[in-house]
């Protein structure tokens, strides 16, 4: 004998008339939760749609959407002339079966023990540097209060009013764009690169130009040489990728290629305009050493540029890319530091012939970049807007750079070796007393909202041969600046 369910059933049927869900989707929600769990069994008849809506007090229509759409999705059956019924399905377990409610961690765990070789490669490091711009002295940030604003809303109401279907659609891969031919101009004549559009392809920043390199020139087991120190972000995704990474030493002239042993190395990544972290501006004859090198050896290198618009004594120093003859240089640039870290926008300098590869890729993994705030980036460099913003701000962190050098061969001679002018937007400062305690003093520099790093993070093992810190100005106004550094006082001192 069939089963009809009885008002007494439906109790747990929670229906709230001033909710902003509709009625119909609350109850549906409440009978789907009750097929799931059991509190109705498969095989039960559902009463009629008018006995439903009077006992629930809701219109037969809500009744019939909410029941027709159960019906849809195989949480209900109906069969002509005898009713609508309860389909058996399979009860709704618990994912946390062995956890105590005090066991928080159980969870995480679980999923812990389900990441890829890759997956734990590139989330190795649960960061205490905050990129949001609210921390002072941070070693990586722009001051984003120094955006020209109201020319970029301009721009961008230009850019829209224009409504060309051209960058609505997916974009048109053999054709260069006019941010891609805006930075073959740009770079010829700020970094010395001669190069056509053709040869410049965007990205959504340096790392997306890495992971791009990484899947379409590396096989697993390849070696890539990386400096040692480096940034360890990016050698996470050569980890990723399953290379062998081979240390790439860096000394007074930057990373030594002398130093890898291996002769068959696929791929190398430098800094040479900045050497991240180390602050080093790669001289000529290094220079030339680690191209004659990549030439013997068939190796190609990816330069990142990463600092190198913000020198502020002297002139531009050229990167390698500029002196490549050979094709051996990939090149990597990014706005993220000079515009807004949130553009995602970057590029790379290649071979023509790697370029077009390279675009397909992008094509077949990622459909589209986003062509309006190119057009709009494309926009700021053509009109002149770009390099007046650049020559403010180096002014500008100019200033700071010097004010923090100022405090730090006043206040902290006691506690830093005296530190050295930089380019970028941090400055190196080494411990007198090797032995502290960085992790300590890291710690309590978060708690107190500074953005500071330690040398120790850059090194694949995490231990430096000298500690010393990261003390950060670009960010931070000079009056910002004397208030932090009576905070960095404070953590230093503690203990």
Known sequence: MVRTIDGSSLDGLMLDAQSARPLYLQLYDGLREMILSGAIPGGMRIPSSRVLSQSLGVSRFTVVTALDQLVAEGYLRSARGSGTYVETVPRRQSTNTHASPEDENAIPDRFEKRLSRRGQALTWRTSLTLNDGSQQL???????????????????????????????????????????????????VSRGIRCEPEDVVTTLGAHHAVTLLAELLLDPGDTVAFEEPGMAAIRSIFQSAACRIEPMHVDASGPDPHTVTSRDVKLAFVTAAKQQPMTIAMPMKRKLEMLHWAADRDTLIIEDDLGSEFRYRGGPIPPLKALDRSGQVIYIGAFSMT????????YMIMPRALAEKCRRLIQVRYRALPQFTEQIVGRFIEDGHYARHLHRMRRIYARRQNRLLQILRSDFADIFEPPEFASGFYNLCYYRDQSVDEDAILIRCRHNNLGVEQLSYYYANRASPRKALLVGFAASSEEEIDIAAKALKRCLAAG
Not at 158 to 184: C, H, K, M, T, W
């Open 138 to 188: 941070h070693m990586a940030t722009p001051d984003h209060r120094l955006f020209p604003v109201d020319i970029w809303s301009r721009l961008t109401k230009e850019v829209y009013a224009q409504g060309d279907f051209r960058i609505v659609n997916y974009r048109e891969i053999l054709r260069p764009s006019l941010l891609e031919e805006q930075i073959a101009r740009h770079i010829a």
């Open 339 to 346: 515009l807004l870290q949130s553009l995602r926008v970057g």
